[in-house]
């Protein structure tokens, strides 16, 4: 399994952004997805699931109404968007496959990672 997240960059506080992540190696449907941040000298942070057939979602308090999770199942790719960005936004994004087709919350659920993609967002 092979996932590619992009979409990262530099923006402004209240702007947004979308994060991409394509996966390959396994039937993308049948697989839940995430997506995890880590900001410099924090731990990795759950942000936002999706279960297999997209139709569930979850979202951490700190994103809830802000964010948005959705996938592609044909196309093989779970998206981000995030709206409304603040400077404690900041981190390195990562999306994640998980073991099963349903939400997970937290690292272990998921058995595969992206490689990440920056988020900085200047005040």
């Known amino acids: 399994v092979q996932l590619q997240a992009y979409g990262g960059g530099l923006v402004q506080a209240g702007g947004s952004l979308r994060l991409s992540c394509a996966a390959s190696g396994r039937t993308f449907s049948n697989y839940v997805m995430g997506w995890f941040r880590q900001a410099p000298g924090k731990l990795r942070e759950f942000v936002a699931t999706i279960s297999g057939s997209g139709g569930s979602t979850y979202y951490a308090d700190s994103v809830k109404g802000r964010f948005t999770i959705s996938r592609d199942n044909a196309k093989n790719t779970v998206y981000l968007q995030m709206n409304s960005l603040k400077p404690e936004d900041t981190a390195v994004y990562y999306c994640?496959?998980?073991?099963?087709?349903?939400?997970?919350?937290?690292?272990?659920?998921?058995?595969?990672w992206g490689q990440g993609t920056l988020v900085t967002v200047s005040s």
């Open positions: 994640a496959q998980g073991r099963t087709s349903r939400l997970g919350y937290v690292g272990h659920d998921y058995d595969y």
